[in-house]
């Protein structure tokens, strides 16, 4: 029996994977061969979805993009003994070199396995982290997590063992509390910015590792009780999750008696209500409460005041899924990847009009320009790239200038930018800058959760000057103005919405103002 | 969409709100649940479900119009949302959104005057190397161009007669459509 794997991935569904999966089994009924279907994770190589891969005795041979009319061909030119006479014939997957030449650790899995299979799962070392936890004292986790050097993965880059340790010692005894004595892990899963999918991927790829490192949180700093908070635009991520925590908790996974060992770990689903603010982790804390989704001022910390009242650790999807190799493999393995003090490996997202489009897994210190051309190819629309926006909506737009700036979080930083959640989204020289600047006050606009002043009414105000330098009223005192506003919200608001929406504005502004100083088009977009 | 039977409603409710009360901080589950059932949250069920959570109703409208996601009022049949952040901007969102809204004659947030489709903006649905992206109900779409936009909504309002003659949920309706 052949394994033909086709992807259960968004991407791969948003391209028709489906359809091919339904005609290939149509197919083989009919033809009566010695194949089964197999649906996996995408590889991440989006550019070539749906991509159809068949087990050969050498490894798997790729065959994209395509499109249900093409089995029957595919069929006929003898694709499930993986020959490469079809035109559509990408050779052997692992040799495909935009995935020869990542460094993958977190997405080890991803595309490999049936994300639902545990048994698939433990055959490619899943598990392995856990069973080591369970033999360790909780202090010891957290010493393997800090020696990895491992730093949160949402964009903060907060230290992920510190974090551990101050919840390891946080006192959980909170009299008359609902909650005392209890301690919380909280998978923030609210993946919002545009431009990043890397924890969608993982999750509907490889959910058992996050499930695994959720465990693993929970053993070293104490904590029974897991909630991974979901975004609601993920509908496919949540019925994988949902299933992988049912088959877990059947296993002894998740539960009352972990593999035997006395042992007590629940994890559970919140879903998020289209609300960017949530993915702020104060603010996703008072939604998984069941409130509002307003920030918090800190101090108090999660970690010592979090969810429910009681000391939390949250972390981002991709930091908690990093756990099980770090206790598989030891912190120092992983610390032996990246450079200087961003260690181990940064899952790339490359998005928006770039001809090879997907997830690089790569050791920190590839410079942008690699990913933008070696990676992704340049752009699909055949024009020349302009502007690069890493980090997400918050993240600054960067020029060409700037494209030999290592990824890594201080150097970016010092080049005015963010490596953030690993986000960039390329634009070819079609873009309006000026219309970019908009959008960044716009979606400000619609998404802040109306704490702070500066963002609240800031946002709004910062539509309408650009609107005014756009239409050339009074433009030098507006620009003034403008960069005041920026000065006001960045110095005046709680959290990073209000605080870093200056940073696409003023980037724009810096490195492409001639767009500011041309008519407009009328086209305001959303 | 028709107002659910107000009984109807209220033996739904009474079922919801035991599946739900329980869980830690359930408003949102419970609210989702309601909203799941009826196709919006419906102002009647508030009153009960801030007296289960033992809150004040003010709390609860605060939340329910604090997200995007819930709706106090029924939707179109289907709900069109398309991404409007930056990676599907950088892949022709801007003129799709254009192309949308004169192809249906509403803006965002409005529902077509045949109630077949509210169109809704997104920020982002986490498939941003393949956009413009678009989402009806639990489905996502990618590479959606002005043609390809044509062709889903032709799709979506080519509906046998005697489905058309029945109140559905958005839910039921694209489970409909896609058993055809």
């Known amino acids: 029996m052949i394994n033909v794997y086709v992807p259960r991935d968004t991407t791969a569904l948003s391209l028709g994977a489906d359809a091919v999966a339904d005609r290939l089994a149509r197919e083989i009924l009919q033809r009566s061969l010695s194949a089964q279907l197999v649906r996996n994770g995408s590889r991440g190589l989006f550019w070539l979805e749906p991509l159809v891969e068949v087990d050969t005795p050498q490894g798997r041979v790729a065959y994209g993009p395509v499109t249900p009319d093409d089995i029957p061909a595919l069929l006929d030119q003898e694709m499930l003994d993986g020959s490469n006479s079809h035109p559509l014939c990408q050779g052997y997957t692992e040799a495909i070199p935009y995935l020869q030449s990542q460094q993958r650790l977190t997405f080890s899995r991803v595309g490999i396995t049936d994300p639902l299979s545990i048994a698939d799962y433990r055959n490619h070392d899943g598990f392995r982290g856990l069973e080591r936890a369970l033999t360790l004292e909780a202090s010891q986790i957290v010493d393997e997590v800090e020696r990895s050097g491992l730093r949160g993965r949402g964009g903060a880059a907060f230290p992920a063992g510190r974090k551990w340790r101050t919840v390891l010692d946080a006192d959980s005894e909170r009299p008359g509390q609902p909650w005392s004595g209890h301690k919380f892990i909280v998978c923030n899963a609210d993946e919002g910015d545009s431009g990043t999918f890397a924890d969608r991927l993982l999750m509907e790829g490889d959910p058992y590792v996050l499930i695994e490192g959720m465990v693993i949180a929970g053993l070293a700093v104490g904590a029974d009780t897991g909630f991974i908070y979901l975004r609601s635009e993920y509908p496919n991520a949540h019925r994988i999750l949902t299933e992988a925590i049912t088959r877990a908790e059947a296993e002894g996974y998740l539960g009352t008696n972990l593999l035997g060992s006395g042992r007590t770990f629940h994890l559970y689903i919140r879903l998020g209500a289209e609300a960017y603010i949530c993915g702020e982790e104060t603010a996703m804390l008072d939604s998984l409460e069941g409130k509002r989704g307003m920030v918090r001022a800190k101090p108090p910390l999660p970690a010592h005041h979090g969810a429910f009242g009681q000391p939390t650790v949250v972390n981002n999807v991709l930091t908690l899924a990093a756990v099980p190799t770090i206790l598989a493999e030891g912190g120092q393995a992983y610390a032996d990847y990246g450079m200087g003090r961003s260690r181990g490996t940064q899952p790339f997202q490359l998005a928006g009009n770039l001809a090879r489009g997907g997830l690089v897994e790569l050791a920190f210190g590839v410079t942008l320009r690699s990913l933008l051309y070696d990676f992704g190819g340049g752009t699909e629309s055949g024009r020349p790239l302009r502007a690069v926006q890493v980090g997400g909506p918050l993240g600054a737009y960067l020029p060409e200038g700037h494209w030999d700036t290592p990824m890594d979080y201080e150097a970016m930083a010092d080049a005015g930018g963010m490596v953030g959640h690993g986000g960039i989204v390329a634009f070819d020289d079609s873009v309006d800058m000026a219309q970019q600047a908009r959008f960044a006050m716009e979606f400000c606009r619609v998404e802040s959760c109306g704490k702070c002043t500066p963002c609240r009414i800031g946002a709004v105000r910062g539509v309408e000057v650009i609107d005014r330098i756009i239409a050339d009223q009074d433009r030098t005192d507006n620009l003034a103005l403008l960069q005041d506003l920026c000065h006001t919200m960045e110095m005046g608001s709680l959290c990073a919405m209000g605080g870093m929406t200056p940073n696409p504005v003023r980037s724009a502004l810096q490195y492409f103002p001639d767009d500011f100083a041309r008519p407009t088009t009328g086209n305001e977009g959303g | ?180």
Do not use: W
């Open chain 2, 1 to 180: 969409m028709q107002e659910p039977n107000i009984n109807d409603q209220d033996d739904r409710m009474t079922q919801l709100i035991e599946q739900h009360q329980h869980l830690p901080g359930a408003l949102l589950p419970l609210l989702h649940a309601v909203q799941q059932t009826f196709g919006y949250i419906p102002h009647t069920t508030v009153p009960a479900i801030a007296e289960a959570l033992a809150l004040s109703r003010a709390e609860v409208h605060g939340v329910i119009s604090f997200y995007h996601g819930f709706r106090s009022q029924p939707c179109g049949r289907h709900l069109l949302q398309v991404c409007c952040a930056e990676a599907c901007q950088a892949r022709g969102s801007r003129e799709l959104v254009e192309h949308t809204r004169q192809k249906l004659g509403v803006d965002f947030h409005q529902t077509t005057a045949d109630g077949e489709i509210t169109l809704e903006p997104v920020y982002c649905l986490g498939n941003c190397a393949t956009g413009p992206s678009v989402r009806i109900g639990d489905q996502i779409l990618g590479r959606v161009d002005p043609a390809a936009m044509d062709r889903l909504l032709d799709d979506l309002t080519r509906v046998p007669l005697r489905f058309q003659s029945q109140p559905m949920t958005p839910e039921t309706s694209d489970t409909k459509r896609g058993a055809q």
